[in-house]
């Protein structure tokens, strides 16, 4: 029987499948190498140097108190896996300050987050190089098969000073960029996570009203709940007061993942809160008081905004220092309104929208006096109200990253101590600052390092990429029960 064109070619065609198939799995592994090697990579987070941003082995725990869920670190930083985790003795709430124990059933433990790591960029170098405030991988400068991740806040040719927890490059305030600012904000207190007033963390209001009774008579009420009010159709002006000696760590350097502090109060925080105007037409402010100065943001219900700037105690000194009118504020619909101080610079924002703002001529930090002063009590939160009915809900503070040098563990950049960067130099800091082994004391170097190498930099050829997006965050450990590991998919972000 004649054999058909096609039945002789069958043999060929199969050995054909056979050799595409493995020249296609070996263009896909090179390919792989190719985009590992000089585009994108992934990294593992083992520690929590940059908690809260990015977070190595923890556990969350939700507190039995507020109900505020946090997370923690284990007590000694070991295996990079969950099942290995060493639960702390005590553990503390970072909004009530409970001090509790906690188990494997209450906080699962998870592992660190995992990263992707833009490489290209750093490649092409000029426009494209680390700029501040970028989180970024490089080698370790002891230790070249070990890989760090910090963030920059030092460039080539700068000096940088830490001074009173806040960047100074040159003598002047290095100021946060907005999108890394918002990643940078630590819970101090929030009245919708309110402890009950039968437990040990909230027998007393962490908001009170300060002015005498027999004088202004109480019309701030609601601080033993979510809700607070003030009820005072008339011309006398009323405080409302942050209390932090209901907490020995309020307004603190304080990590729940650290299980404390580094006991240094912060000097950087903003109130958060929806207003709602029942009745009234006079004004609310919103008070920051740091010593020397105090200022305050007023929102009148006819829309007239101020930014006012007093000498502490002095309140007849008043300077406006930004002023502006929006339309009168509606009655019965809440505004969200956000007054703060980060970096030397004062921010009023309604409804999300900064509309006023200091500006570097009118205020900023005094460096020599703040050389010489360090902060020993903590900044003053709060409310003034007049002739106005009103409801403060979500009412909330939160301080920023304070970095700080401690005495016998800093080398460089503490306060009068300015560290020069030389060319290609950088200079690392981690978000969780108490326990961040970083530019400030590094104390040795590795062979694979020049004998130029300057120890506390970070030298551009060590930098490995920019950490770009948290694609698998800390994995549920198998220890509770479950047969496989689950993702937090919660908490898959992009890292600023």
């Known amino acids: 029987m004649p054999t058909s064109r096609a039945d002789e070619e069958r043999p060929d065609e199969g050995a054909g499948h056979i050799v595409d198939t493995i020249q296609t799995v070996l263009t896909g ?27 190595g082995a923890h556990a969350t725990c939700t507190c039995p108190a507020c109900g505020c869920e946090f997370d923690f670190a284990p007590l000694r930083n070991g295996p990079p896996l969950a099942s290995d985790f060493a639960y702390p003795p005590e553990v503390m709430c970072p909004n009530c300050q409970l001090r509790m124990t906690v188990t494997p059933k209450d906080a699962p433990s998870k592992g660190g987050d995992r990263i992707l790591v833009h490489k290209w960029p750093y490649a092409l170098g000029g426009p494209f ?6 989180v970024i991988v490089f080698r370790d400068p002891a230790n070249p098969r070990q890989h760090y991740i910090k963030r920059v806040v030092g460039l080539p040719h700068e000096s940088i000073e830490l001074v009173d927890g806040d960047v100074f490059i040159d003598g002047h305030i ?21 402890p009950p007033a039968d437990n040990s963390s909230g027998r007393q209001p962490r908001w009170i009203a300060p002015d005498p009774p027999g004088e202004h008579d109480e019309r701030w009420f609601g601080m033993q709940t979510r809700v607070v009010r003030y009820d005072g159709l008339d011309s006398t002006p009323r405080t409302l007061a942050f209390n932090p000696d209901t907490g020995p760590e309020y307004l603190r350097d304080v990590y729940a993942y650290n299980r404390g502090s580094s006991h240094t109060f912060v000097g950087d925080v903003r109130i958060v809160s929806e207003l709602t105007l029942r009745d ?38 008043e300077r406006i220092l930004d002023e502006c009118k929006i339309a009168p504020l509606p009655r019965n619909r809440p505004i969200a309104v956000e007054f703060a101080h980060v970096d030397w610079r004062a921010i009023l924002k309604i409804d999300g929208r900064e509309v006023l703002t200091t500006a570097a001529t009118d205020y900023g930090p005094d460096l020599v006096a703040l050389r010489a002063s360090p902060r020993h ?27 700080t040098c401690h ?59 920019q950490a770009a997006f948290v694609y698998l965050p800390g994995l549920l450990s198998r220890d509770i029960g479950t047969r496989w590991s689950i993702p937090d998919v919660g908490r898959v972000r992009f890292v600023r």
């Open 129 to 134: 190089r680390p700029q501040r405030w970028d």
């Open 29 to 55: 592994l090179v390919l792989a190498l190719i985009f590992q090697s000089f585009l994108v990579e992934q990294f593992f987070i083992p520690t929590g140097s940059m908690a809260q941003t990015l977070l």
């Open 407 to 465: 005495p016998d563990r800093a080398r460089r950049a503490f306060s009068g101590r300015p560290f020069e960067l030389l060319g290609d130099e950088y200079f690392v800091l981690g978000d969780n600052s108490p326990d961040s082994h970083d530019s400030r004391e590094w104390y040795k170097a590795g062979p694979h390092l020049p004998e130029d190498y300057r120890i506390g930099t970070v030298r551009a050829d060590q930098i490995v990429g």
């Open 174 to 194: 290095a100021r946060k960029p907005p999108h890394v600012q918002r990643t940078m904000w630590f819970p101090v207190f929030d009245q919708d996570h309110l």
């Open 280 to 317: 009234g037409d006079g004004w609310c402010r919103w008070v920051l008081t740091r010593p020397p100065h105090r200022l305050y943001a007023q929102v009148s219900a006819d829309g007239n905004l101020k930014l006012v700037l007093t000498p502490h105690a002095d309140v007849g000194a």
């Open 377 to 403: 009590r903590p900044i003053g939160v709060g409310v003034v109200a007049c002739n106005l009915q009103l409801e403060l809900r979500g009412l909330r503070v939160d301080r920023d990253v304070h970095y």
